[in-house]
């Protein structure tokens, strides 16, 4: 076998070994934009016999609705949508900021965009719904890391250990939100082991250069082993809050 295929073994069976560990429900939700994040997590927890059911909110034509629809044509896995009134937004966004209580723009557009996948994990009888957080954490996601680069793998680290801490506080809001449906918001790839892990893996295998805007090759490529839609693997990142027109609404309110 082949080295980067033995590194790819090795990330498929810790995401498998945390999942198991983290959903018990075998009936869940994933939260869906059609992002190679979202497309794996769908992938293997499909491929280890999960009852899933994809998930995928935002406004009327938004991307993330679009594309999610794309991708799903391949994968034919069952696929809800739930579009956002854009009359009822603001009251909501507003309810939202004041049970959170932070003017953290990300936490407040996060917590909406999962307000709503929550709403429509209830209205289909879920009360598990799963997310890949955590990979843009661990695997060089964001264009920080890009900036990062020519400070050197330190510079790196500082900026996943910050991006890392962030994320974990961040989805404790987004359960306090997710709670006023019964549904549990769960991200195994935010299990203190796999973060363990994550951090041994060479950062050559998550971003080349500061000129890298596609990062995360590792997860690309184990994506494509498992034949994650091509259209998914090669995809550029597009954040939740903007894929969704959120952070463009939200904007508006304030």
């Known amino acids: 076998m082949r080295e980067m295929d033995k590194i790819n073994e090795i990330l498929l069976e810790k995401i498998k070994n945390s999942i198991s560990e983290t959903v018990v429900e075998k009936k869940i939700g994933i939260a869906f934009s059609g992002g190679v994040d979202s497309t794996l997590i769908s992938k293997i927890c499909s491929d280890m016999n999960y009852d899933i059911t994809l998930l995928t909110?935002?406004?009327?034509?938004?991307?993330?609705?679009?594309?999610?629809?794309?991708?799903?044509?391949?994968?034919?896995?069952?696929?809800?949508?739930?579009?956002?009134?854009?009359?009822?937004?603001?009251?909501i966004s507003l309810k939202i900021n004041?049970?959170?209580?932070?003017?953290?723009?990300?936490?407040?557009?996060?917590?909406?965009a999962f307000y709503y996948v929550s709403k429509l994990a209830k209205s289909k009888g879920l009360d598990t719904v799963i997310t890949a957080n955590g990979i843009d954490e661990l695997f060089c996601g964001y264009n920080a890391y890009r900036e990062a680069y020519?400070?050197?793998e330190s510079q790196i680290t500082d900026v996943m250990l910050a991006k890392l801490?962030?994320?974990?506080?961040?989805?404790?809001?987004?359960?306090?939100?997710?709670s006023e449906f019964g549904v549990k918001i769960l991200q195994p790839l935010l299990s203190p082991k796999f973060i363990e892990y994550a951090k041994t893996v060479p950062i050559s295998e998550k971003i080349h250069d500061s000129e890298d805007l596609f990062r995360k090759h590792i997860i690309r490529k184990l994506a494509t082993e498992i034949n994650v839609p091509e259209i998914s693997c090669t995809k550029r990142k597009k954040a939740l809050q903007y894929g969704s027109k959120i952070h463009k609404a939200l904007l508006k309110t304030r």
């Open 57 to 91: 909110i935002g406004f009327p034509e938004s991307h993330d609705i679009l594309f999610a629809k794309e991708v799903n044509e391949y994968l034919k896995y069952p696929h809800h949508i739930l579009e956002i009134n854009s009359d009822t937004f603001p009251s």
């Open 98 to 112: 004041q049970t959170i209580k932070t003017d953290n723009l990300s936490w407040n557009e996060n917590c909406i």
């Open 150 to 152: 020519s400070g050197g």
């Open 165 to 178: 801490d962030n994320e974990l506080k961040m989805m404790k809001a987004v359960n306090l939100v997710a």
